[in-house]
């Protein structure tokens, strides 16, 4: 009796066989999971496993769309993706090929956003018309942000470096977490009934589509669009564009720029008065030399009637207004210049920047950040954050003193 045939196959084409059955029969899907074993090889490619409390699959997100992801991705994040199940035959590992990924629960928030900003921009929210100008030269700027972000840090440096004597103030909010959208409308409300700024910065650093859901809340952009002061954002980066931008009067890309937009250029106001000054100068020699060029005219005239002894006084009078006039305008520029220079010094003698770069700091009792100006503001256990020139010191007080009791 003979035995029948048996089908015999080579390692490689048994994977070769499973890997083209899995493709075709699992040739697109999603999966969710928990992102582990990132890794970012010099190739480009990223390859990941995602996992839950049973199982994991490794993941390959190649080149030609890692770079799409590259930054975002990162190990214990929840991650939704789509792609095809295969098999690695060198290896004989079972994997999926990403061709989308995103984070989970980010496709939710996405929807929800886009039905927002479409209803709102039905409304009227967004129209050009409703942009209001920035100020040219505002009396003192208001910022809207975490005072412990590097987003302050950010407005503050830039600030000093373009307009040292622009006072700034700030709004503290919480720009991240349950309740910071409304924290963040009620912090516009407050600036518009305070009436001491004639432009606001609302800012933070960048984040996820979730970080930064507090300002893509509607009480948030209606807050924007009744605020009757110049409003700037400056969320995120160049590529985060929140329903706050929308509403707001201008768009920077980041807090940096943001700053840059609302305040002026000290330096190019300087050159501004130069030139000024040049042109003035110029207009009178002008128009000098053409009631000069007039008045050689008259004495041309005059010379016929023959009245040479009154001409020539007049013209020795009119070379005496002439240097007269000149001088005078020397002096008049020369004291407006020295009268911009005080009123700047001045300036930047009251601004909050330059107490702190004399060596003062601001106390801000947590988490209210309200001022601390006497002893009898705080209690013993209380937290206390200490604003300084450079940098921010995080204190509890363990003792307190007035001035009564400390002499």
């Given at each position: 009796?003979?035995?029948?045939?048996?089908?015999?196959?080579?390692?490689?084409?048994?994977?070769?066989?499973?890997?083209?059955?899995?493709?075709?029969?699992?040739?697109?899907?999603?999966?969710?999971?928990?992102?582990?074993?990132?890794?970012?090889?010099?190739?480009?490619?990223?390859?990941?496993?995602?996992?839950?409390?049973?199982?994991?699959?490794?993941?390959?997100?190649?080149?030609?769309?890692?770079?799409?992801?590259?930054?975002?991705?990162?190990?214990?994040?929840?991650?939704?993706?789509?792609?095809?199940?295969?098999?690695?035959?060198?290896?004989?590992?079972?994997?999926?090929?990403?061709?989308?990924?995103?984070?989970?629960?980010?496709?939710?928030?996405?929807?929800?956003?886009?039905?927002?900003?479409?209803?709102?921009?039905?409304?009227?929210?967004?129209?050009?018309?409703?942009?209001?100008?920035?100020?040219?030269?505002?009396?003192?700027?208001?910022?809207?942000?975490?005072?412990?972000?590097?987003?302050?840090?950010?407005?503050?440096?830039?600030?000093?470096?373009?307009?040292?004597?622009?006072?700034?103030?700030?709004?503290?909010?919480?720009?991240?977490?349950?309740?910071?959208?409304?924290?963040?409308?009620?912090?516009?409300?407050?600036?518009?009934?305070?009436?001491?700024?004639?432009?606001?910065?609302?800012?933070?650093?960048?984040?996820?589509?979730?970080?930064?859901?507090?300002?893509?809340?509607?009480?948030?952009?209606?807050?924007?669009?009744?605020?009757?002061?110049?409003?700037?954002?400056?969320?995120?980066?160049?590529?985060?564009?929140?329903?706050?931008?929308?509403?707001?009067?201008?768009?920077?890309?980041?807090?940096?720029?943001?700053?840059?937009?609302?305040?002026?250029?000290?330096?190019?106001?300087?050159?501004?008065?130069?030139?000024?000054?040049?042109?003035?100068?110029?207009?009178?020699?002008?128009?000098?030399?053409?009631?000069?060029?007039?008045?050689?005219?008259?004495?041309?005239?005059?010379?016929?009637?023959?009245?040479?002894?009154?001409?020539?006084?007049?013209?020795?009078?009119?070379?005496?207004?002439?240097?007269?006039?000149?001088?005078?305008?020397?002096?008049?520029?020369?004291?407006?210049?020295?009268?911009?220079?005080?009123?700047?010094?001045?300036?930047?003698?009251?601004?909050?920047?330059?107490?702190?770069?004399?060596?003062?700091?601001?106390?801000?009792?947590?988490?209210?950040?309200?001022?601390?100006?006497?002893?009898?503001?705080?209690?013993?256990?209380?937290?206390?954050?200490?604003?300084?020139?450079?940098g921010l010191l995080e204190c509890e007080i363990r003792a307190i003193s007035t001035l009564a009791s400390a002499q």
């Amino acid at each position: 009796m003979f035995s029948p045939v048996q089908t015999i196959c080579t390692v490689s084409e048994l994977m070769q066989t499973a890997r083209l059955l899995l493709e075709n029969h699992f040739s697109s899907l999603w999966v969710q999971g928990e992102v582990s074993n990132l890794s970012r090889p010099s190739s480009g490619h990223l390859y990941f496993s995602l996992k839950d409390a049973k199982a994991q699959i490794r993941c390959a997100l190649f080149q030609n769309r890692a770079g799409l992801f590259r930054e975002s991705l990162r190990n214990g994040q929840q991650a939704l993706v789509r792609g095809r199940v295969s098999l690695y035959e060198p290896r004989g590992d079972f994997q999926l090929i990403v061709e989308y990924l995103e984070e989970a629960g980010a496709g939710a928030l996405r929807q929800a956003y886009d039905e927002l900003r479409l209803r709102l921009e039905r409304e009227g929210l967004f129209a050009a018309a409703c942009k209001q100008p920035l100020p040219r030269l505002p009396r003192r700027i208001g910022v809207i942000t975490s005072p412990t972000g590097a987003a302050l840090r950010d407005v503050l440096t830039t600030l000093r470096r373009r307009f040292p004597s622009l006072p700034v103030l700030l709004y503290p909010v919480p720009v991240q977490g349950a309740g910071a959208g409304a924290r963040i409308a009620q912090a516009i409300r407050r600036a518009v009934e305070q009436r001491e700024c004639d432009v606001l910065l609302l800012v933070r650093g960048g984040g996820s589509l979730e970080d930064l859901w507090a300002f893509n809340e509607e009480t948030v952009a209606r807050a924007i669009y009744a605020c009757p002061i110049p409003l700037v954002t400056g969320i995120g980066h160049e590529t985060d564009i929140t329903i706050a931008d929308f509403a707001a009067d201008q768009r920077a890309a980041t807090p940096t720029a943001a700053a840059e937009l609302a305040s002026p250029d000290r330096q190019e106001w300087l050159r501004q008065i130069q030139l000024l000054d040049e042109q003035l100068a110029r207009a009178l020699r002008q128009h000098l030399e053409a009631q000069g060029q007039r008045l050689n005219e008259l004495a041309r005239r005059l010379e016929r009637l023959h009245p040479h002894q009154r001409l020539h006084d007049r013209i020795q009078r009119l070379d005496e207004l002439d240097q007269r006039l000149l001088i005078a305008v020397r002096q008049h520029l020369q004291i407006a210049a020295r009268r911009l220079q005080g009123l700047s010094a001045h300036l930047h003698a009251l601004s909050p920047l330059a107490t702190l770069n004399r060596g003062y700091a601001i106390a801000r009792r947590r988490p209210d950040g309200e001022i601390l100006r006497q002893a009898n503001q705080a209690e013993i256990g209380d937290r206390v954050d200490i604003l300084l020139d450079k940098g921010l010191l995080e204190c509890e007080i363990r003792a307190i003193s007035t001035l009564a009791s400390a002499q």
